[in-house]
């Protein structure tokens, strides 16, 4: 299973800064050292903070524009210096909706670019993407709340319930020839309130690899997400805040 640290951007900085080196987490530890970014960088500093990622072990790194996702303009540039001087793989989503912004990213280095659910439930673009650009440089987002897609974001509104399951899309796109799914249960994204392990492991289920994200607050939470045989879990506001270290996370998954 694979860890993927977040590093969400949003008007040209990390858009959750993590506790300066004094901060304690909740069991009282500090969240300073070697793995701590906010120890070794600008906390708020994007490249700063993949740099610190990739140095504490990270195997990945998931990238995503807030600002881009929600229509708020995009941070492209920053985008490519990231991928430019990534040390480590890099995952990149938020508001990915077009052949031309997939082609774009792959092209300043993405390992793996993300399409938005909105545009996952236009059958015809996955196919072309998936033909010009092959399934293993192709997650497709799956954003739902109990159940049914969710889509988020968007200058064209997002954020309400479809009528089109979670599961339902999931089998289309593994029909389509797709085999990774970005799995967000949106109501626990950025909550600390658990992983939604049941939806994502039923999409699995289908034969498709599973990166779970949002909820994520605990190592116990990713013993479970491994135990569940997902593939894989992004986890942003948990290691921001210092409830574990990178290096914690990375150990309980080998």
Do not use: K
């Amino acid at each position: 299973m694979d860890l993927y640290p977040a590093v969400d951007v949003q008007g040209g900085r990390v858009a959750r800064v993590p506790p300066p080196p004094s901060s304690r987490s909740a069991g009282g530890r500090s969240v300073g050292g070697e793995d701590a970014p906010a120890a070794t960088a600008d906390a708020d500093d994007p490249l700063a903070l993949a740099a610190a990622f990739a140095r504490a072990g990270a195997r990945w790194l998931h990238l995503v524009d807030l600002d881009r996702a929600f229509g708020r303009g995009d941070n492209r540039q920053l985008a490519r210096a990231v991928l430019t001087s990534a040390r480590v793989p890099v995952q990149v989503g938020g508001g990915l909706r077009s052949e031309e912004a997939v082609a774009e990213m792959l092209a300043w280095g993405a390992t793996r670019v993300v399409l938005g659910t909105q545009a996952a439930t236009d059958p015809a673009l996955v196919s072309r993407l998936l033909a010009q650009h092959g399934a293993a440089r192709l997650a497709i987002g799956i954003d739902a709340r109990d159940g049914r897609l969710a889509p988020r974001g968007g200058t064209g509104g997002g954020g309400g319930l479809s009528d089109e399951t979670a599961l339902a899309l999931a089998d289309r796109v593994r029909a389509q020839g797709a085999r990774t799914v970005i799995y967000t249960d949106v109501a626990r994204d950025g909550t600390l309130a658990g992983p939604d392990i049941a939806g994502a492991r039923r999409i699995a289920a289908l034969g498709l690899d599973v990166v779970l994200s949002g909820g994520v607050a605990s190592l116990e939470d990713l013993r479970q997400l491994r135990a569940a045989g997902l593939s894989g879990a992004i986890v942003g506001r948990a290691l921001h805040e210092g409830r574990f270290t990178l290096t914690e996370a990375l150990a309980c998954l080998v």
